[in-house]
Antibody, heavy 123, light 108 residues
Framework: QVQVVESGGGVVQPGTSLRLSCAAS????????MQWVRQAPGKGLEWVAV????????YYAESVKGRSTISRDNSKNTVYLQMNSLRPEDTAVYYC????????????????WGRGTLVTVSS | SYELTQPPSVSVSPGQTARITCSGD??????AYWYQQKPGQAPVLVIN???ERPSGIPERISGSSSGTTVTLTISGVRAEDEADYYC???????????FGGGTKLTVL
């Protein structure tokens, strides 16, 4: 069955970097877009970034643009989120999710989500 | 930046119908998607492309669209439907994804 598993979260100091990973299985990974979504404690969902099935198209939320990079390795069925210059307001659970339709990057729903990985930015 | 607007909360009694709206200027040209999220759990896609139900979602959950507003309707509300509900769509240029602020559905 389809599985999406995030990893790489932890407690980091402001200004440092962190790379999150998302390992996927149970579907043809190389034909689906993937996104990262975060949720600060007690708050709503906030879209972070999306990447096309082949990695050629990426889009970012304004809140992370210039500080974060989404990438993927289709040979490893894994998508990544590199986050730099972390701020306390980046503290959140970060979810990875699979697009519900192949080859589409935006204008699509996301049908399988991981359990999330917690990132805490604190001195 | 583009925004989707949802009411913060909706309350209904068991067996009644709950309607949650989501408004955005680009909704006439971009599909909307709805997610249900229960405490401590990941979101679950409950409505696809304005009104399609993914496999496994009960028929009492439905979606509709009219102009700049989409609506999630839950008929015959049960205690298990108590959750946060989020709409999601894209901006008019399809270069950004956005979520609504979320609506907490309370079953009285």
């Amino acid at each position: 069955q389809v599985q999406v598993v995030e990893s790489g979260g932890g407690v980091v100091q402001p200004g440092t970097s962190l790379r999150l990973s998302c390992a996927a299985s149970g579907f043809t990974f190389s034909t689906y877009g993937m996104q990262w979504v975060r949720q600060a404690p007690g708050k709503g969902l906030e879209w972070v970034a999306v990447i096309s099935y082949d990695g050629s198209i990426t889009y970012y939320a304004e809140s992370v643009k210039g500080r974060s990079t989404i990438s993927r390795d289709n040979s490893k069925n894994t998508v990544y989120l590199q986050m730099n210059s972390l701020r306390p307001e980046d503290t959140a659970v970060y979810y990875c999710a699979k697009a519900e339709a192949p080859t589409v990057t935006t204008g699509v729903g996301f049908d399988y989500w991981g359990r999330g990985t917690l990132v805490t930015v604190s001195s | 930046s583009y925004e989707l607007t949802q009411p913060p909360s909706v309350s209904v009694s068991p067996g009644q119908t709950a309607r949650i709206t989501c408004s955005g200027d680009a909704l006439p040209s971009q599909y909307a998607y709805w997610y249900q999220q229960k405490p401590g759990q990941a979101p679950v896609l409950v409505i696809n492309k304005d009104s399609e139900r993914p496999s496994g979602i009960p028929e009492r959950i439905s979606g509709s669209s009219s102009g700049t507003t989409v609506t999630l309707t839950i008929s015959g509300v049960r205690a298990e439907d108590e959750a946060d509900y989020y709409c999601q769509s894209a901006d008019s240029s399809a270069t950004s994804v956005v979520f609504g602020g979320g609506t907490k559905l309370t079953v009285l």
